[in-house]
């Protein structure tokens, strides 16, 4: 499976401020998906990043609040915009098997964040 | 939208015990995925199945894909306490291959 890193791993942030987390994969992968994970809950999908074009959001989930780049195979952007203390979760990118492979995702280690 | 039922929502076992926890849902599913999550780390991918009716193992754990494809469960066999963590099932049958989790399960282990 892919090697996937995050960063920052942690943050506290101040309420009205952003936060751009990156997720740098060792090799290219077709898919790459952004979940939000809040305090004692499952795993929600707030969109997939795709390569070339604009994300594809979640109902309950929009651009302007989550903006997202995929600048190539490897690499993902996620900010957390305008933020509030409703944003503190964990933030996890994940990535899909490449194209013919199984339809399995593999995750990142996640971004927690405390919003203040 | 699909949802899935994940239960038991938590479970305290003596080490050695045999687990089995399940996930059901209303919608079908094409692939069936269980994963575990340890504090502050991101969900680890345990056992993928993808058709009905497969039953797959890894080491002590062992999951089947449910021949209605509505549902899966997951044991594990002979505890120990490094199998504490949450387990989460996860469905795919949508669009763009996203994944629906259910709620988890708690599992303590005690020595």
């Known amino acids: 499976s892919a090697v996937i890193s995050q960063k920052p791993s942690r943050d506290i942030c101040q309420r009205g401020t952003s936060l751009t987390i990156q997720c740098q994969v060792d090799s290219q992968v077709t898919m790459m998906f952004w979940y939000r994970q809040q305090p004692g809950q499952s795993l929600t999908l707030i969109a997939t990043?795709?390569?070339?074009?604009?994300?594809?959001?979640e109902s309950g989930f929009v651009i302007d609040k989550f903006p997202i780049s995929r600048p190539n195979l490897t690499f993902s952007t996620l900010t957390v915009s305008n933020m509030s203390p409703e944003d503190s979760s964990i933030y996890l990118c994940?990535?899909?098997?490449?194209?013919?492979?199984?339809?399995?995702?593999?995750f990142g280690p996640g971004t927690r964040l405390t919003v203040l | 939208g699909q949802q899935l039922n994940q239960s038991p929502q938590s479970m305290f076992i003596q080490e050695g015990e045999d687990v089995s926890m399940n996930c059901t849902s209303s919608s079908i599913f094409n692939t069936w995925l269980w994963y575990k999550q340890d504090p502050g780390e991101g969900p680890v991918l345990l056992i993928a199945?993808?058709?009905?009716?497969e039953l797959t193992s890894n080491g002590r754990l062992t999951a089947q894909f449910g021949i209605t494809r509505k549902d899966s469960f997951l044991n594990i066999s002979a505890s120990i306490p490094s199998d504490v963590g949450i387990y989460f099932c996860?469905?795919?049958?949508?669009?763009?291959?996203?994944?629906?989790f259910g709620k988890g399960t708690k599992l303590s282990v005690k020595p």
């Open positions: 996860a469905g795919l049958g949508g669009s763009q291959g996203n994944l629906i």
């Open positions: 990043a795709n390569q070339g074009s604009e994300a594809t959001y």
């Open positions: 199945l993808y058709k009905a009716g």
């Open positions: 994940s990535v899909g098997a490449r194209a013919g492979a199984g339809n399995e995702q593999f």
